[in-house]
């Protein structure tokens, strides 16, 4: 069992950078992969990016490929988005995910989620 506790949303103006933080406690976090997706209002949960267990392969969405960034330190049990020149469209809850197999992360299949943080850009 994996439990996932997302933090650091909040309220930033459009152009403005935030640091999104998943800690995950349970089992073996570093045989995980690791996922972050979003949901706006309205609107279906979509992948925003994702990252292998030893965090040498990343992945992200094109909505967002140049200003976030997905990282993890797997000695503090820690996922990261770093999400900067952010844009009104870009808010949503943020849901962090876990899953054994990258490609179950990618495909949004994850066996583990988060309860999610929101992310309100203002334009």
């Known amino acids: 069992q994996v439990q996932l506790v997302e933090s650091g949303g909040g309220l930033v103006q459009a152009g403005g950078s935030l640091r999104l933080s998943c800690a995950a406690s349970?089992?073996?976090?570093?045989?995980?992969?690791m996922g972050w997706f979003r949901q706006a209002p309205g609107k279906e949960r979509e992948f925003v990016a994702a990252?292998?267990?030893?965090?040498?392969?990343?992945n992200y969405a094109d909505s967002v490929k140049g200003r976030f960034t997905i990282s993890r330190d797997n000695a503090k049990n820690t996922v990261y988005l770093q999400m900067n020149s952010l844009k009104p469209e870009d808010t949503a809850v943020y849901y962090c995910?876990?899953?054994?197999?990258?490609?179950?992360?990618?495909?949004?299949?994850?066996?583990?989620w988060g309860q999610g943080t929101q992310v309100t850009v203002s334009s």
């Open positions: 349970g089992r073996s976090f570093s045989n995980y992969a």
């Open positions: 990252i292998s267990w030893s965090g040498g392969i990343t």
């Open positions: 995910a876990a899953d054994r197999y990258l490609p179950t992360v990618l495909a949004g299949s994850n066996k583990y």
